[in-house]
Nanobody, 122 residues
Framework: QVQLVESGGGLVQPGGSLRLSCAASGFTFSNYVMRWYRQAPGKEREFVARIATTGGSTNYADSVKGRFTISRDNAKNTVYLQMNNLKPEDTALYYC???????????????WGQGTQVTVSS
């Protein structure tokens, strides 16, 4: 029943923009920290951005800081990643992640979407 469905990926020229969306269902979206990760072929999965449950706090990887913006709409159970000034090194499969941190402990678990492909090329 838990589902995370990414959309919005595609082919874009360097310097261009894309907005990724991740639609969540099957869990209480507002209780989960939302994160974006990406994985390029032959490389490790890497953290891109995260946003607090309320949307009041965000964090970004240094490689995307100033270019990407994460946001969420709890009423729509959706998290977004606005990507501007895209570069070829941004090419990757982008995954949405919903993380629940157990109260009173450092334990957590998370759900993953299937990913959406972003290709930056001229």
């Amino acid at each position: 029943q838990v589902q995370l469905v990414e959309s919005g990926g595609g082919l874009v020229q360097p310097g261009g923009s894309l907005r990724l969306s991740c639609a969540a269902s099957g869990f209480t979206f507002s209780n989960y920290v939302m994160r974006w990760y990406r994985q390029a072929p032959g490389k490790e999965r890497e953290f891109v951005a995260r946003i607090a449950t309320t949307g009041g706090s965000t964090n970004y990887a240094d490689s995307v800081k100033g270019r990407f913006t994460i946001s969420r709409d709890n009423a729509k159970n959706t998290v977004y990643l606005q990507m501007n000034n895209l570069k070829p090194e941004d090419t990757a499969l982008y995954y949405c992640n919903a993380a629940y941190f157990l109260p009173g402990s450092s334990s957590s678990y998370s759900y993953w979407g299937q990913g959406t492909q972003v290709t930056v090329s001229s």
